[in-house]
Every structure is written in C-alpha cells, then in structure tokens.
C-alpha cells in the first residue's frame, strides 16, 4: 500500500492558542482547516463480495482524521487521537436528537485530549505534551468527559464462534447507535477506525469497513483514499484478533 510521506508540517499555521477553562486546560483552535477534512471517506465503496447477504453502516456524516491533518506530526502514536476526533466528529454532525446545549463541540486537538485525561486523573501530568499513545479506554473516558456521551469497550477475541458473535454486536450496535466504532491496536499496534460490516450467508464470513488513520500527507480525494486503501474492506478474521473496541453508546 502506498503512503504519501510528503512533509507538510512546514509552514502551517495550526491555529492554535493556549487557553485555560474551569475544566481542563486546552487548545482554542482556528477551526477553518477541519474544512480540509473528507466527510464520509467511505460513500462509493463497493461491497467486499457479490453474495452479501446483510450490511450495516454508520449513519450520518463524519470526517477522515489521520496523521498531521491539523498541521501536528504524530506519526507512529497518534493513531487513537485521530480515531477518537472521527468519532468525535459523528457526534459533532449526527447527533439525533440535537445534543443537549454546549455538548456539540468541535473534535478535542491532541493536546485537549491529554488534558482531559490528566484532569480526570487517568495520566500523571507529564502526559500533557508527550507522544505516548492512547487506546480504547482512554477514547471513551474523553467522549464521556467531553460529550457525556458513555462507551462499551469489548474485547474481541480469535476464534469462529467469537468472530461471528462480534460481527452481530456491530450489526446491531450500527443499526441502533449508528456511529463509528474504534477498533483497538493488536500485534500491529494500530487503532483504526470502523465504520461498518458485512456478512456473507450462513454468517461465515464478515468484513469490516475499516478507517485508517496511519495515511500522513495533504488532503485526498475520495477516490485516492479509497483506492490507497485508507477506508476500504477488511475480513473479520483478519482484521481483528484479540483486540478491544469501544463503542459509543445511546444517551
């Protein structure tokens, strides 16, 4: 797979300033450049195979956070922040009913998540400004903390009869809640997102409609997202194997 390493960090202007709340510490960012950002990298897709028999994807709209899309270079341990700000952005658009006043708030920059997390006692202060990475319990922890919004984190482990389990709870967690999924690393140490299923007959074989924020580099068409494999289909068996997901849950 391809992966366009352009540096373009040089010369932007992350539009960020320091500012101090009565909650956390944060960043108050221009938010122009989230306009850079590919709504539904996934539409056009075709399905994983002629014979799906059943498929449940995200509803509503949500943005193609990856690697240094806000200016920051986090390459090799940003992968979590960036599929929690994907999340994050579902329920900046989607939210149904209307989120409760002052709870539809931008995605948190990276380092608003830190705070967050050394605010509510999850990481000692040290982690604010590092580059140490977070998982699946840290993403619902900020979600919650930042949108009152609480997860369900399930570990996912190998074997048919689990894998099949697993392919059932996304079926009925996208047709209910409809919002993205997080996806936890394993031996690749990968969080990625995703943002549906599908299942073949006899429910033997399922993929997942996965998000990959490992991408580094300007802004792509969907077309080049999808045709370099950064959102594309991957089997269940393969793509996930003893890994947590969170997902978030109804209000």
């Not at 709870?103 to 400004?129: N, T, W, Y």
């Not at 996806?183 to 997942?208: A, F, H, W």
Request: proline share 8%; net charge negative; charged share 20%.
């Amino acid at each position: 797979m391809a992966n366009i390493e352009e540096n373009v960090s040089e010369g932007i202007d992350w539009g960020e300033k320091t500012v101090v709340g009565e909650k956390h510490k944060g960043t108050e960012r221009n938010p122009d450049w989230t306009g850079t950002l590919l709504k539904n990298a996934h539409i056009g897709l075709p399905s994983p195979a002629p014979d799906v028999v059943k498929c449940s994807l995200i509803s509503g709209e949500c943005l193609y956070f990856h690697y240094g899309c806000d200016g920051q270079d986090d390459r090799g341990w940003g992968c979590g922040y960036r599929t929690l700000q994907t999340m994050a952005s579902w329920l900046c658009q989607s939210w149904a009913p209307p989120p409760p006043k002052g709870k539809c708030r931008p995605p948190p920059s990276l380092p608003e998540i830190q705070h967050a997390l050394v605010a509510m006692g999850d990481k000692l202060a040290l982690f604010a400004g590092s580059r140490e990475w977070i998982g699946t319990f840290e993403a619902a922890l900020v979600l919650d903390y930042y949108y009152d919004v609480p997860c369900k984190v399930v570990h996912v482990r190998g074997g048919m009869v689990e894998l099949q389990r697993a392919a059932v709870e996304l079926h009925q967690h996208f047709q209910s809640q409809g919002s993205p999924v997080m996806m936890g690393g394993d031996r690749d140490n990968s969080s990625k997102g995703i943002l549906g299923v599908c299942t073949r007959p006899g429910g033997q074989e399922s993929y997942l409609l996965v998000m990959d924020p490992h991408y580094y580099g300007p802004p792509l068409e969907r077309a080049s997202v999808q045709g370099l494999g950064w959102v594309s289909w991957k089997k269940l068996r393969l793509a996930s194997t003893t890994r947590p997901w969170c997902l978030p849950m109804e209000l």
